[in-house]
C-alpha cells in the first residue's frame, strides 16, 4: 500500500525525473518511492513512452548538409568586406581596402544608412541579454580605435534610460561604435560611423520592421538612433543622445 | 583576426544548425519557411558573434535567435504578441492531473500536442522533443527558470488531459485503468 500524497508529490516530480533536472535529493525521494509503487512505475512508463512517441511523431531529423551549405554561403556574402580582405593578410587586400574606400567615397548618398542602422539594432542591441548592466572593463576591452573613449563624453543617463553597453560593431561593411541605451525593457541604440558611404539621404523611411530610426550628420560622421516603434523615447532623450554623441564625433574631426 | 573568428562560429554555431532546423519546421510547419528562418537566424548570430562570450551556452545563445526571430516573424504577419497572457489560464482544469493513457499512438501525442496553448508548446517542444535543459529553454525563451517549469508542468499536464479526452472517445476510462494498476 503506498501513500496518496507520496504519489501526487511524485507525479510532479516525475517529469523532471525523466528530464535528470532533479536535486540530488528529490531524485532519491522519487526512486525510493518507485521501488514500492507500481502504479507510479507503470506511470512513469507510461510518461516515457509518450515523450517517445510525441518525439517519433515529427519524423526523422531533416537533412540540413544543404542548408548548412546555404547558411555558410550568406555569411560569405554578408561578411565585411574589409574581414574577408584581412583574411587573406596580403599588401594587395590592402591595396584592395584602399580603392574600396575609393570607390565608396564617390558614392554622393549614403541610401542604406539608415535601414542598416535599424538591422544592426536588431541583430545586436535586441540580443543583449536582458540583465546586461555597464560594465567598465567589458566595454574598455569592446571598444576600438578611434571611439575608445567615446564613454568619457556621452550621456551615461538620459531621462530613464541608462548606458548599459558600448561597444565597436562592424556591421554590413560599417564599421559603428555601439551604445546601448535601456529603460525597463525597452531599448535605444545610438551608432556612429565615419561618413565613408557618403552623405546621408536627404528623406529616408523612418520605420523599418517596427522599428524607428532618425540620424545627424557632422560631415565626416554619422550619428544615428534607433528604438521601437510606438514605443519610442521622448524626443529630449533622442535628441540628449544625439547631442552627445555628435559633440564626441566632432571632436574627432578636429 | 576575421578567420579566426569565422573558425570559431564553424566551431560553435554552425553544428546546431541540424536542430534549429528541426525545430524550425516543428514551429513553422513548413520546411521552406523552417530553412529561411534558420538562415535568418544563422545570419543574425554570425552579425552579433563578436559579442558572444567564449564558454556560454552557443546553442542557448541561437535557439534565443531563434525564437526571437520568429516571433518576430510572427508578430510582423499578424500584428498580435506572440505570448497571451496565458500563465493564468486554464487553472480550474489543471487542478485535475490525470494519468497518462495506456493506448498512446504517436498520432494521439501529437494531437494531443497541437491542442495547447503555443506558450506551453514552444516550452514542450523545447525541452521534451528537443532534449534543452530548463537552465537553456528559460534562456532560449528569455524567461525566468520558474516560467519554464510553470509552462511545461501546464503544458504536460494539458496533454495529459488532451490524451485522456481522446481515450474516453473510444470508450477507455483512464482513471479506472490507473486504480487497477494500483491494486
Known amino acids: 500500500m503506498t501513500n496518496a500524497i507520496d504519489c501526487r508529490r511524485v507525479r510532479e516530480l516525475m517529469d523532471s525525473y525523466l528530464g535528470s533536472e532533479l536535486t540530488v535529493e528529490s531524485n532519491h525521494e522519487v526512486l525510493r518511492h518507485l521501488e514500492r509503487c507500481d502504479a507510479c512505475r507503470a506511470e512513469l512508463a507510461a510518461r516515457e513512452r509518450a515523450r517517445a512517441l510525441l518525439i517519433e511523431s515529427f519524423g526523422p531529423a531533416p537533412d540540413a548538409r544543404a542548408l548548412e551549405a546555404r547558411v555558410s554561403q550568406a555569411i560569405d556574402h554578408a561578411q565585411p568586406r574589409w574581414w574577408r580582405l584581412a583574411g587573406y593578410g596580403s599588401v594587395a587586400a590592402m591595396l584592395a581596402l584602399v580603392v574600396g574606400l575609393g570607390v565608396w567615397f564617390s558614392r554622393p548618398v549614403d541610401a542604406a544608412a539608415f535601414d542598416d542602422s535599424v538591422d544592426n539594432h536588431i541583430a545586436c542591441a535586441l540580443t543583449l541579454p536582458p540583465d546586461a548592466v555597464y560594465d567598465p572593463r567589458r566595454v574598455e576591452q569592446s571598444l576600438a580605435p578611434p571611439y575608445q573613449n567615446i564613454v568619457n563624453v556621452v550621456v551615461h543617463q538620459s531621462g530613464e534610460y541608462e548606458l548599459v553597453d558600448a561597444h565597436a560593431c562592424p556591421y554590413n561593411n560599417r564599421d559603428y561604435v555601439h551604445l546601448v541605451y535601456r529603460s525597463g525593457t525597452h531599448l535605444v541604440s545610438v551608432f556612429a560611423e565615419a561618413a565613408v558611404h557618403g552623405r546621408l539621404p536627404l528623406r529616408h523611411e523612418p520605420e523599418r520592421k517596427g522599428f524607428v530610426s532618425t540620424g545627424a550628420s557632422t560631415g565626416g560622421q554619422h550619428v544615428f538612433v534607433v528604438a521601437e516603434g510606438g514605443t519610442k523615447p521622448p524626443p529630449l532623450v533622442v535628441d540628449e543622445l544625439i547631442r552627445s554623441t555628435t559633440a564626441f564625433v566632432r571632436n574627432l574631426e578636429r | ?183
Open chain 2, 1 to 183: 583576426m576575421a578567420r579566426r573568428l569565422r573558425e570559431e562560429f564553424n566551431d560553435q554555431a554552425m553544428p546546431h544548425v541540424a536542430a534549429l532546423l528541426r525545430t524550425a519546421t516543428r514551429l513553422c510547419g513548413s520546411r521552406d519557411q523552417a530553412e529561411d528562418l534558420v538562415q535568418e537566424t544563422c545570419l543574425q548570430a554570425w552579425r552579433s558573434f563578436h559579442r558572444f562570450e567564449p564558454g556560454t551556452n552557443c546553442r542557448a545563445w541561437m535557439y534565443k535567435i531563434l525564437i526571437f526571430s520568429h516571433a518576430r516573424l510572427r508578430r510582423d504577419q499578424s500584428r498580435r504578441p506572440f505570448v497571451t497572457d496565458i500563465e493564468t489560464a486554464d487553472e480550474s482544469v489543471l487542478l485535475f492531473d490525470p494519468p497518462t493513457p495506456d493506448t498512446l499512438t504517436a498520432q494521439s501525442m501529437r494531437a494531443a500536442f497541437e491542442a495547447i496553448p503555443e506558450a506551453f508548446r514552444v516550452a514542450v517542444l523545447l525541452v521534451d522533443v528537443e532534449g534543452l535543459t530548463y537552465r537553456e529553454a528559460a534562456d532560449a525563451l528569455d524567461v525566468p527558470i520558474g516560467t519554464i517549469m510553470s509552462r511545461l508542468n501546464r503544458g504536460r499536464r494539458l496533454m495529459r488531459i488532451a490524451l485522456v479526452d481522446q481515450a474516453a472517445d473510444y470508450g477507455i476510462d483512464v482513471a479506472a485503468a490507473d486504480r487497477k494498476r494500483q491494486v
